[in-house]
């Protein structure tokens, strides 16, 4: 356990990174991204921490809002399956086994809508806000974010992960609440 007084020490060093203003603390940023992988990172889910093992990022008009949905998910996932039906949607990732981390980005500016964390397990686990009710300001840093792709970075707690991925065909938000548990 840290020493609430070590904090501001370990903070200069840049051996933890501060969170949101609060007295906690968290784990350092990965490390930057090599040209062998478009995505890195880890979010934890129901207090257990899992490695990014794949991602993609899809267009997607939720409610009226333009946006880029980036997933990080804690296991490889078939692309095909993802778009039997020609694109992507968020509800695609609703009952998959295993767990993922959503972003949800405004395309026009670059702003991080809101997040979301849900796993598979029985009983399922669910983390997530939107903007409207957390102030999820400088969380998500974007170095890139155009018609072909989006690359940047997401910390927030224990949730921490980079990425330069390409934008996979997308489509509207089906209706109804696809990150409601129990669908």
């Not at 998910?73 to 399956?81: I, K, S, T």
Request: include cysteine.
């Amino acid at each position: 356990m840290i020493h609430p007084r070590s904090l501001p020490r370990l903070l200069s060093l840049g051996l933890l990174v501060a969170c949101c203003g609060c007295s906690k603390a968290t784990p350092e940023a990965p490390a930057p991204l090599d040209a062998s992988s478009p995505f890195a990172g880890r979010f934890e889910v129901a207090g257990e921490s899992r490695a990014i093992a794949d991602a993609i990022a899809f267009p997607e008009n939720d409610q009226g809002y333009d946006e880029i949905v980036v997933v990080f998910y804690d296991r490889p996932f078939d692309r095909a399956a993802l778009m039997a039906d020609g694109k992507v949607s968020r509800w695609d990732f609703t009952g998959m086994a295993g767990a993922y981390l959503m972003l949800s980005i405004g395309r026009d500016k670059g702003a991080l809508r809101g997040y979301h964390v849900l796993s598979a397990q029985d009983p399922p686990a669910y983390e997530g806000t939107t903007d409207a009710y957390d102030n999820l300001s400088g969380r998500l840093k974007l170095s890139r974010l155009d018609a072909t792709g989006v690359a940047g970075s997401f910390a927030f707690g224990a949730h921490q992960a980079q990425f330069n991925l390409p934008i996979t065909e997308g489509g509207e938000e089906p209706a109804g609440d696809p990150d409601a548990l129990g669908s």
